[in-house]
């Protein structure tokens, strides 16, 4: 997704894109408020960067490109109930499970020599999956920057500490949002930091007794009304928990009829760190929204079913369902889904997952409010993936 200047600021990269891409094999670009270059590009990977390009200037229901980003959803249950996602409210209406890892490999194998990036997580907790080492294993077969978030508590057992050191995703996004239990579990429901803290120091000095350079060690903190008192702490909260980045992100609305009700409690008073403007309490309207998830950042879900975006928690508008017999590339360039991108593109408004979208009224694209790093190293400045 992208806000019209974005649009514009692209177009106008794609001279030194185009040389950069071509005869380098290497790609600057911005995830979530953290650079990263892509280097060592593949044939594949380069070209399907350009084609993918052309949704800058018109969004064809039948895509040239494959996928240049997706979401891997690993589990569709959690531990926690957070009151602003979907499985904590139980609005998620699917069946909880965590993803087959066969699904996982057909899936990874088909759209991975494209990708850029891969958010290794869904609607659920995916450190909860009962083969993630298997899983990360797969994952690190191409070069994607791969990134996986996590509530945290599940960092308590070794094992999962030992699949993370074992098979590292490019980026471990611990999300805490609270400096005491009182303050986190307001919006974390059932999390306790103590586990969560303890957890980290170890798989930290797993890290540093095999001079490891990934995961990314990153702190995620959402600035609500109940813990923007608490942002000036947050940093120096991180370097004695040993992170290596800091991420202070702006609440997300997601697709439930009560959603701006739900999230009202939450925003803070403070209109800087608010995820959107507004007046007399409700959201106004920003102008120069480009919706480029079913173009390029798909989300598939822990049952197979491949959606246009992250969104459509639930499934309501499928590309397709992967099964053992369909594959991710007839599913991508199918009649459904080229049906369900028009409706993306032309008629959003008959779409609730677009009416609740959380970034097209925000002044940026992404929704992180801050991105900073904690360790001296500029690998942790500039994420480099070869």
């Not at 069946?95 to 087959?100: D, V």
């Not at 999956?129 to 960092?155: C, E, F, W």
């Not at 001079?211 to 942002?231: C, D, G, S, T």
């Amino acid at each position: 997704m992208v806000r019209d200047h974005e649009r514009k600021r692209g177009l106008l990269r794609s001279p030194k894109l185009l040389f950069d891409v071509l005869a380098r094999g290497r790609y600057e670009f911005v995830y979530d408020r953290m650079p990263v270059t892509m280097t060592s590009m593949g044939a594949a990977k380069r070209w399907n960067l350009l084609l993918a390009g052309t949704h800058l200037l018109h969004r064809q229901l039948r895509p040239l490109n494959m996928p240049l980003h997706i979401q891997f959803e690993f589990t569709s249950y959690c531990n926690l109930r957070c009151p602003v996602c979907p499985t904590g409210t139980k609005d998620l209406e699917r069946a909880s499970m965590p993803m087959p890892v066969e699904l996982f490999e057909q899936a990874w194998e088909e759209t991975a020599p494209y990708l850029l990036t891969a958010s290794l997580w869904g609607w659920g907790e995916p450190l909860m999956h009962p083969k993630l080492g298997d899983m990360l294993k797969i994952a690190q077969r191409h070069n994607v920057a791969t990134l996986l978030s996590t509530n945290g508590m599940p960092l308590r057992h070794e094992a999962v500490r030992d699949a993370l050191i074992e098979h590292p995703p490019t980026t471990l996004i611990v999300a805490i949002d609270g400096l005491t239990d009182e303050t986190n579990s307001k919006y974390r429901v059932g999390a306790k930091l103590e586990p969560i803290l303890e957890g980290m120091h170890k798989l930290a000095e797993l890290k540093r007794r095999r001079k490891a350079r990934f995961p990314v060690l990153q702190l995620r903190y959402i600035v609500m009304r109940h813990n923007e008192h608490e942002v000036d702490q947050i940093e120096d909260f991180a370097r004695r928990h040993e992170f290596e980045l800091l991420t202070l992100r702006s609440i997300s609305l997601f697709d439930s009829t009560n959603a701006e009700t739900v999230q009202s409690g939450f925003v803070p008073v403070n209109e800087l760190l608010q995820p959107y403007q507004y007046k007399e309490g409700k959201r106004l309207k920003r102008p120069g929204f480009i919706c480029t998830m079913p173009f390029w950042f798909p989300s598939v879900q822990a049952d197979g079913g491949v959606v246009s975006c992250e969104q459509d928690h639930s499934g309501k508008q499928l590309f397709g369902k992967l099964d053992g017999r369909t594959g991710f590339r007839e599913i991508w360039f199918s009649e459904q889904a080229a049906r369900v991108r028009k409706l993306v593109r032309d008629e959003h408004e008959k779409l609730s997952f677009c009416l609740n979208c959380p970034y097209a009224d925000r002044p940026t694209s992404d929704c992180s409010l801050e991105s900073k790093a904690l360790v001296p190293d500029p690998a942790y400045t500039r994420l480099v993936v070869s």
